[in-house]
């Protein structure tokens, strides 16, 4: 990043870059394996998935995909017991409530452009009491397409009234990157987020690396 950069706006992904919701996640896959007479898979294991959703959760603990026909009753299933649950134990990441407090007492408004449905999403945010906070929350059924299409970053900088390039983008995933990119918005990869094994957010192509929330204060120069 630019040393003199400032963004106007910082945008969010929700599950692994402004949340820790993978322990909620974890627990509602853990339910549906007992549900199917199956083991428990460790925390360690599951938190690298997550940010695929429940393809991603179902994909690991049942070795099925979309075309399966189990696989639709086994995501309904799977959401239901998440939706019951949702945050229990999900939390802001460590320093992130900071990085909100810093923004906002510099001027700087932020949102969250997630793919998570708005069923999903604004219960979650409502029982974290960071809605009434956040400038726009856009879902991923907010706008025709998702992530990594850039229709929801665009729609999000259109809510709050600024250009696309007066934006920031923050996500752990590649399609984050590849969203922001497609909307010529600058973006960091959350290297603190949910990574699959092998996956090198070096490589995502983002203006920067964040390898803790309280970093992203120093990538765009404001101090704590």
């Given at each position: ?62 070795d099925i995909d979309t075309p ?157």
């Amino acid at each position: 990043m630019s040393p003199d950069y400032r963004p106007m706006s910082v945008l969010f992904d929700l599950d692994g870059t402004l949340v820790d919701t993978a322990p909620d996640m974890a627990y509602a896959l853990n339910q549906l394996l007992a549900e199917h007479g199956k083991p428990d898979l460790p925390y360690e294991s599951i938190r690298p998935h997550v940010s695929n959703g429940a393809r991603g959760l179902l994909g690991l603990g049942f070795d099925i995909d979309t075309p399966h026909p189990e696989y639709e009753g086994l995501r309904q299933r799977f959401l239901n017991l998440y939706e019951s649950d949702i945050s229990t134990r999900s939390r802001l990441f460590e320093g992130m409530d900071e990085v909100l407090d810093v923004l906002e007492s510099n001027g700087i408004i932020w949102g969250i452009v997630t793919n998570k449905p708005g069923w999903l999403t604004m219960p979650l945010v409502e029982a974290l009491d960071i809605h009434r906070r956040a400038a726009c929350i856009i879902s991923g059924d907010t706008c025709e397409r998702a992530k990594p299409h850039p229709m929801p970053l665009l729609h999000a900088a259109q809510s709050i009234g600024l250009k696309a390039e007066s934006c920031l983008y923050v996500g752990d995933a590649a399609r984050d990157i590849d969203a922001a990119r497609a909307a010529g918005m600058p973006v960091i990869a959350a290297g603190y987020g949910y990574l699959e094994p092998g996956s090198d957010p070096s490589q995502w192509g983002a203006d920067a690396m964040a390898s803790h929330p309280l970093e992203l204060l120093q990538l765009i120069g404001i101090r704590p």
